[in-house]
Every structure is written in C-alpha cells, then in structure tokens.
C-alpha cells in the first residue's frame, strides 16, 4: 500500500528555518517524481519544488532558500526550508508521481512564519 507521510511543520519565525520530511512507503521513492506544493488560505495549491532521476526544480519564490533532497535507505524526501517569510505561510504536501495511475498524495503539514 502506497503511503506518504509528512512531517516538521510548526511554527517559525520570519527568518527562521525548518525542514519537512516525506517518509515515502509501498514504493521506492526515487523511481518517482516526488514533488513538494503548499495550499495558503484562499490560494490555490502551488508546486513548490520536484526531484528526480534528472534533478530538482523549484519555484522562483524559493529559489536559494528551499532545498529538497532525499535519502534514499530511509525512503524519504526532506524540504529543507530556510529564510523563510510569513508568505511562506501554508500546509505543505508531499506528492509522488509516475503516471496517471500512480499519483499519490500526502494529508499535509501546517508551516506557519510569525512572530
């Protein structure tokens, strides 16, 4: 049974840092397409940053302050998040892709940049 789960998210103030984990389970993570997005209040879900066999992407608002790697034995990808602003505010969701048929979400986790 495919499973993600995140983890990591809480509150941080603005310039802090965080770093969210994705414990990936029922597949192996690294024949995927895993891809952090975040879903503020009243927006819709945004792609934040993607790994796979040929690299990473990321979103220009990210850029130099999000990191996304993985770990392959422990089956798991991280966000690690830094600098981060209150726009940075939202649930964070791990996503695992190979096709249309295999295309999994995790439940979220809440980042919150106040101080």
């Known amino acids: 049974q495919v499973r993600l789960v995140e983890s990591g998210g809480g509150l941080v103030q603005p310039g802090g840092s965080l770093r969210l984990s994705c414990a990936a389970s029922?597949?192996?993570?690294?024949?995927?397409?895993m891809t952090w997005y975040r879903q503020a209040p009243g927006k819709e879900r945004e792609l934040v940053a993607s790994?796979?066999?040929?690299?990473?992407n990321y979103a220009d608002s990210v850029k130099g302050r999000f990191t996304i790697s993985g770990d392959n034995a422990k089956n798991t990808v991280y966000l690690q998040m830094s600098s981060l602003k209150p726009e940075d505010t939202a649930v964070y969701y791990c996503?695992?892709?190979?096709?249309?048929?295999?295309?999994?979400w995790g439940q979220g986790t809440q980042v919150t940049v106040s101080s």
């Open positions: 029922g597949f192996t993570f690294r024949t995927s397409t």
């Open positions: 790994i796979r066999s040929d690299g990473t």
């Open positions: 996503r695992a892709r190979r096709s249309v048929s295999f295309d999994y």
